[in-house]
Every structure is written in C-alpha cells, then in structure tokens.
C-alpha cells in the first residue's frame, strides 16, 4: 500500500481505494453479523423442540410404568405403545429423523442428530435404559424373573420388587433424558453466548478497520494536502486566485515579493500594486477568463516596477474554485536583457553606421557634416554642438550644431570643461544643482539638464560634444552611449584628418622659399570664409623678373625670390599666412585684419624690402592688390579682387599697393601706396582701368587664371 | 444356562471394572494437601469407586464424573448403613438425614472434577448420589473412617 519514499505523486488517487476498503469492511461484518443472527435464531428454534421431546421422555416413562400396573391389574393399556414411542423418541433425539406424535400431547416433530459428544453419551444411555425398562416391563407383565433381564445401562438395582425395578428404571430413563436435554440446553446456551460475543467481536473490529481505514484516508488526505502546499509554497512563481469580490487567494511568493501581509492583498488590495496602464486588462482578463497569457508591471517591495508574465485558468464553472487562477512568474530580468540587447543593437547599428560614414569624409569639414547628422540620429528635439579646438589654438570653437539649435556653452578653453578634464562623460540632472557645470547657468533658455562628452584622439583633448534637455529630463543612457560612440568616433577621424593634413601641409611647402603653397592657403582661407571670421587678402608680384633673370641669370631671380619670402614671413604677425602663389607671384593671409590694416602690414613689408636693397644683391620692388573678406562671398571672387589691384598697381607704374574694393563692374580701386619719392616714374593714384589677357603658364601648372605684364 | 452365563458375565465385568477401580484407587498414593488428606472418588452410570477404609480428620474428597449422565455426591453419616426413602421409593429423604449430613456436592456434569472439603470422625459414613433413581439404581459406597 505505502509506496516508495522517492515517489512524489500529489495525484494519486488513494482515497478511492480507501473509502472501497471502508464500504466492503461495513458490507462483510453487516453479512456476518447477519448471518450469525439467523444460525442463532435456528438453533434457539431447534433447541425448544429438542427440550420439548427430551421432556416428553420422562412423561411417556411415567405413563409406561402406570400402564403397565394397570395391565397386571387386569385393566386396558396398552405398555408396549408407549415403549415404542420411549424408543423412537429416544432415537429421534440421539441421531435425527422424525419423533413420533404422542396422543393429547403433541404432533410429529422433525429433529436433526445431536452433534455434542456428552449429550449424545447421555442420550445413547437413555437409549439402553429405555431398552432395559421395555424389557423389564415386558418380563414383569409374562410373569417372568425380573432379575434376569440383563440390564445394559451399568445400573445396579438391588430391588427385587418387581415393578419397583420398572420404576426405578422408569426414573433412571426420565432422569438421564432430562440430563440430556439440560445438557443441549446448556451446549445450546454456549453456542448463543459465543455467538453473541462474535457478533460483538465483528462489530468491533469492523469498527476498528473502518476507523484504521478512515484514519488512513485522513492521513492519506492530509499528506496530499501537503504535498499540494509544499509545492505552492515553495514555488517561486507567484499564485492569484480572482473571484467575484476581487482576490481570494494569494501564495507566499507573492507576499514576500510585496511585502505585504495575504490579509491586505485580497479584494482589491493587490490592484494597487499593478501598473495602472495594466489594470484594465487584468480586470477584464478576470471577469472572462481571456486573455490566457498576460504581461504586467507589479511594484515590489522596494518600489521596483517588475514585469510578470502571467497566465490564467478559468476555473469559475469549477464548484470547489469559482474563479480565475493567474499563475505568473517574474520576467524582469529577461525584459531588461532583452531592452539591453535592442539598445546595444541600435548602438551597434548607429556605431557601424557611424564609422562607414566616417570613413568616406576626408576633410574636416565633411566630417563635420557627418557629426551634424549623427546628432539627429541620437536625438533630434535636443540641442547639440561640437566645440573643437584647432591644433593651433588653445580657444574651443562651434564646429557642428544639430537642427535643433547649439546649446551655446561659453567654455572658451578645453580645459575649463569639466568633461574634458575627467576624460569621461558627465552628464548634469538639472543646471540649478549644486554640483551641477556653472557654465550651465543662467543660459537664455533657462535651466536645463546636460550631456558633456569629450573628444579626444590619441590622449589628446580636441574639445567637447554638449547636448542639452528640459531640466531633469537629461537623455537616456542610450543616448548618452551614441553621443560617446559618436564623440570616440569623430574623434579619430578629426584626428586622423587634422593629422593627414598637417603631413600634407608639410609636403606641400615650397622647396625654394620654405613658404607653404598656393593650396594650403586656399584651404585655409575657406576655413576662415567658413567660420565666418574677418580676414584681408593680397596678392603680390615681384616687378619686372623677368628682366632680372634675363640680365641676372636664374640664379639672381631665385635669390630675389627667397630673400622676399624671408622678408615678407618676418614682418607678418604670427597668425598671418604668406604662400608662394606660383612663378614669382605671392599671396598673403590676415585673419582678423581689414584690408587697411593689411595694408599697413604690407607697407611694413615694402619697407623691409627697399631697407635690405644694398651690396651687390641686384635691387627689385613688388606690386600689391589688396582686398578683405568684406568685399566678396567666395574664395575666387576675393582671389579675383586682390588680382584687379595688383593689375592696377602694376598699370599704375609697379612699387605699390593697391586695395581693390570691387570686381569690374562695381565702382573701382583705390590707390593706397605708391612709389618712394625718389623713384623716377612719379605717377599719382589714379583708377585703374583692367585689362586682362588669359595666359596659361606652362611652366607651373598650379598656376592659372591672370597674368598681369 | 444362558442366565448363568450371562450373571457370569456380568460378574465378571463388575469385577473387572472394580479391579480397574480399586487398582486405580489402590496405586493412587495418598496425598496430603494443605487442607487435608485426599481422597480420589469417581462417579459414574451407575456406581461411585473410592477407597472403603480412611482414617479420621480433615479430608478433601476429588470427585471425578465419568459420565455420562450428571452425578452428584452426598455424604451422610450413618451406623446402619441404611438410608430412609422418600413416599416415592426412588430417592432417600434428605430432610430425614439432614442432620447426618457431612457435606454434598451439586450435581456435575461429565467429565467435572470437584472437591467437597469434610472433617470426618470415626464411623460409618456412606457417599451417595441422590438423582433421581440413582441410589436405587446403585449409586452408592460405604466408608469407615477409624
């Protein structure tokens, strides 16, 4: 019946066997019992009749031993009748069959043998009396000696009176039959007695078996039970039972994950805890039972949002349940996983991206186009700007700026940046905190929350990429992540091109001069243009070379060449530009200067260059065209506009500067310098008329556009 | 002839059960218990075997029935050796003898032993089952007692 301990089956259906086992017990002891009650019934019957023909014995011994007196008185009777029914009784009684009517007494009765070893010895010695008193009778009433019978029952009769033998035979006879049937009566009694005590004796084992049997189903019940709780207890997925008044039952996971008492978790108390964007759908999932599967976001003990993944039983038609059961379990692990794993795809993405796209920009400026872009990628609600730092400069300048507007952080320096000091992202909740980057404050836009993130290449800080948001609602850690991978990436390739650059710069300088050439000015004179920063332009042009190489030699005209690259480089200021244009043709850069300030700066050179005409170093003067970046949108349009004031300084008779305001169809140059006094072609300013042949110069290819003679 | 042989007969069977019942008797040694000696009497249909002889004092008499029918056992003190019967003729008249009377024993069934705890002084005692028709059918035994 008991089965292995390492058997777990809740499910087992025991308690049918059992309750079978408690009906058959009722059913076998109710048989027997009645079964008893019918044999002790029967016997009680056979044993009336039994006592009633034993008794009858001593009746018929008595009237045997009158009729035979009234015989031997000369009377009718008639003994020997009597004798026979004596012995047939006796024999009914002693081995079954019929006992014979006696007239006036009684009818014919029907007797089974006698079983009981004493009654049958007293019944077989009333048998022999009965024989011994027939044949004394007989003998007594032939008048023959009544003391020769032999008598076989061992009685010993010293009587010689011959009917005082027949009476004490005659009491013999009825004594031992009334023996005999005191003996039945008693073996009779007995039978009962043993009866009755079995019937007892059933009735209470029965009862016992079926109390052992019943104890036995409410173990049975109990340890199922148990093992039903056990593995709702223990289980770490949480149990809900909904009814008609809300909730009715909660498991213990559910309790320590609220940490709530059951108590307070039933009706509506558990809806408290649910999301309320969730609520509707875990109200109507109880009312109908559907769906079957459910997510919802639960707050936890310690006020997390967990995500469960619940699913339902609908168990209302079931009359021990009436209910919807929800059985869930908690998923928030896997939904963070899965979050992480959708950003980290969306960064991989937006980084792989990113980098292709790095990649195709080989100046400074397309990357910067690609950064723009990037922004709108991260975000495109929240301002942001990329400050970097030129090579050159230690002041951060706007490099890019998202659709959405430039922050406008006023750092100047990369390391008045917090960002940059760390060397890692900093992110500030609100401009108004303690802790929060005072450049923050007092913006035009008011508080706001920020991003700073630093940009560096090989150690190096290039500056700083901000973004900015409402205040407290600064962006996201994946947000936060694709600006660093975008500020890691723009990094290298600002890096990489700035550097590239500076090789290409220090590959293109002219090997005569030292000067840079005509395109590493051209590319900074766009970057400036880009910036939007002021700067003049001028062109000049050594007068009459060729004549000095023809009567000099090449050999002179080189060294009139270096010697004015010398000059013009040492009078300039350190962050004005002078380029070897092509031939003898030289171009000058002045960040931040006007073309009258240029000018200045250009007469100091002129100066310089008629100071240094002494020994046998054979003389020669420029010519200059001056313009600025006021006076023209594009590169070429100044390039041209510095070119028609050389044109018109060199028609006006060479050795001077001329500033060109306009192009040909605006109102004209001005004259600003001329030759020393002491020259001996004295012209006054005058408006210069253009006149412009193309002449492609074979000799440098770099050169092309006007050539003025 | 025939009677002859068949008193013959009886007298020997009579003799035979009496030798059996006196061996029995005889070879029994006699015990003492804490009460006092002990006398071995065996009734049955119809007749009572014990010893004829016994000295005075307290005596346990172990009466055991042979059956088949029930027996019971009287013991009545008596210098005749004669008992008075009752008007019936079967049976002695008790009342008549109850002064006399030592002790008696109910009647027992079949195969019962019993004991009847008597003193007994010096006399002529007999022992007796008074059932119906059993002194007359020879249901009884003399005892002397010195």
């Known amino acids: 019946m008991r089965r292995p301990a390492s058997e777990f089956r809740p499910f087992a259906p025991r308690a049918r066997r059992t309750i079978v086992a408690i009906l058959l017990t009722f059913a076998l002891v109710s048989a027997l019992s009645a079964a008893l009650s019918i044999w002790t019934t029967g016997h009680s019957r056979h044993r009336a009749t039994l006592l009633e023909v034993a008794a009858r014995q001593r009746t018929l011994a008595e009237r045997y031993v009158a009729e035979v007196e009234l015989v031997r008185n000369g009377q009718q009777a008639d003994p020997g009748r009597t004798a026979a029914l004596l012995a047939s009784s006796a024999r009914a009684l002693l081995d079954g069959g019929t006992a014979p009517a006696v007239a006036g007494d009684d009818d014919e009765t029907a007797l089974s043998a006698v079983t009981d070893p004493q009654a049958r010895a007293q019944l077989m010695q009333e048998q022999r009396l009965v024989t011994d008193l027939s044949k004394t009778g007989r003998a007594l009433l032939a008048k023959r000696s009544v003391s020769s019978v032999p008598l076989t029952a061992h009685e010993r009769i010293a009587a010689t009176d011959p009917v005082q033998r027949v009476r004490v035979l005659a009491a013999l006879t009825s004594n031992v039959a009334l023996n005999a049937a005191r003996t039945i009566a008693q073996q009779t009694d007995r039978n009962i007695t043993s009866s009755i005590r079995l019937q007892v004796a059933l009735g209470i084992g029965g009862l016992a078996v079926s109390l052992l049997l019943a104890w036995a189903l409410i173990a049975t019940t109990r340890r199922q039970t148990s093992l039903f709780r056990s593995l709702v207890t223990s289980s770490t997925d949480l149990v809900l039972v909904f009814g008609r008044g809300g909730c009715r039952y909660v498991s213990q996971s559910v309790v320590s994950m609220l940490g709530r008492p059951e108590a307070e978790l039933h009706g509506s108390g558990f809806d408290r805890f649910v999301h309320e964007d969730d609520r509707t759908a875990l109200e109507a999932a109880r009312e109908t039972g559907k769906p079957r599967e459910l997510v919802l976001r639960v707050r936890n003990a310690s006020g997390q949002w967990r995500h469960l993944e619940a699913h339902l039983t609908d168990l209302r038609t079931d009359r021990d349940v009436h209910g919807v059961v929800l059985n869930a379990r908690d998923i928030s692990e896997r939904v963070a996983l899965e979050q992480e794993l959708t950003r980290q795809a969306q960064r991989d993405s937006f980084g792989s991206q990113l980098t292709e796209a790095l990649e195709m920009a080989d100046e400074e400026e397309a990357t910067y186009d690609i950064v723009e872009r990037a922004m709108v990628e991260v975000s495109p609600v929240s301002p942001m700007e990329l400050l970097l730092s030129d090579s050159s400069r230690a002041n951060l300048e706007r490099s890019a700026v998202s659709v959405a507007g430039a922050p406008g952080c006023p750092v100047q320096s990369p390391f008045s940046c917090v960002a940059v000091r760390r060397g890692s992202p900093v992110v500030f909740e609100s401009s108004e905190a303690l802790n929060a980057c005072p450049k923050l404050r007092d913006r035009p836009s008011g508080p706001c929350s920020a991003v700073c993130v630093p940009v560096s290449f090989m150690g190096r800080s290039l500056g700083v990429l901000h973004a900015t948001g409402p205040e407290g609602e600064p962006l996201d850690s994946q947000q936060v992540a694709q600006l660093t991978t975008l500020a890691t990436q723009a990094g290298a390739r600002i890096g990489t091109v700035r550097a590239f650059e500076r090789t290409q710069l220090q590959a293109s300088t002219d090997s005569l001069t030292g000067l840079v050439n005509r395109r590493m000015l051209e590319r900074q004179l766009r970057g400036l243009l880009r910036q939007g920063r002021p700067f003049a332009l001028a062109v000049a042009d050594l007068d009459r070379f060729k004549q000095l190489n023809d009567k000099h030699g090449h050999e002179a005209g080189d060294r009139a060449l270096r010697m004015f690259a010398h000059i013009a480089r040492s009078s300039l200021r350190d962050e004005d530009t002078v380029a070897r244009w092509g031939g003898e043709e030289f171009m000058f850069a002045f960040p931040d200067l006007d073309r009258h300030q240029a000018t200045s700066v250009l007469e100091r050179v002129r100066a310089n260059l008629a100071e240094s005409m002494s020994g046998d170093h054979p003389v020669f003067t420029a010519s200059f065209g001056v313009t600025d970046s006021t006076r023209g949108e594009t590169l070429d349009e100044l390039v041209r506009l510095a070119d028609i004031g050389l044109y018109a300084a060199k028609e006006a008779g060479r050795d001077r500067i001329t500033i060109s305001e306009t192009l040909p169809d605006g109102p004209g140059l001005t004259v600003v310098s001329e030759k020393p006094p002491d020259a001996d072609d004295k012209q006054r300013p005058h408006r210069a008329r253009p006149a412009f042949h193309e002449a492609a110069n074979e000799d440098d290819p770099h050169v092309s556009g006007l050539e003025i003679r | ?146």
């Open chain 2, 1 to 146: 002839m025939k009677r002859f042989a068949n008193s013959v007969s009886r007298l020997g069977f009579v003799a035979a059960i009496a030798a059996i019942c006196l061996s029995a008797v005889g070879c029994a040694p006699r015990q003492s218990t804490t009460r006092g000696e002990l006398v071995r009497v065996t009734e049955g249909d119809f007749r009572i075997a014990a010893t004829r002889r016994l000295a005075a004092g307290d005596i346990v008499i172990r009466v055991k029935n042979r059956g088949p029918d029930a027996h019971e056992l009287i013991v009545v003190k008596t210098e005749t050796g004669r008992l008075p019967l009752r008007g019936d003729g079967l049976t002695v008249d008790e009342d008549a003898v109850q002064h006399d009377e030592v002790g008696a024993l109910e009647p027992g069934s079949p195969g019962s032993v019993r004991e009847l705890h008597v003193r007994l002084t010096p006399g002529r005692y007999v022992l007796l089952c008074n059932m119906s028709g059993h002194y007359m059918g020879g249901m009884h035994r003399t005892l002397v007692v010195r």
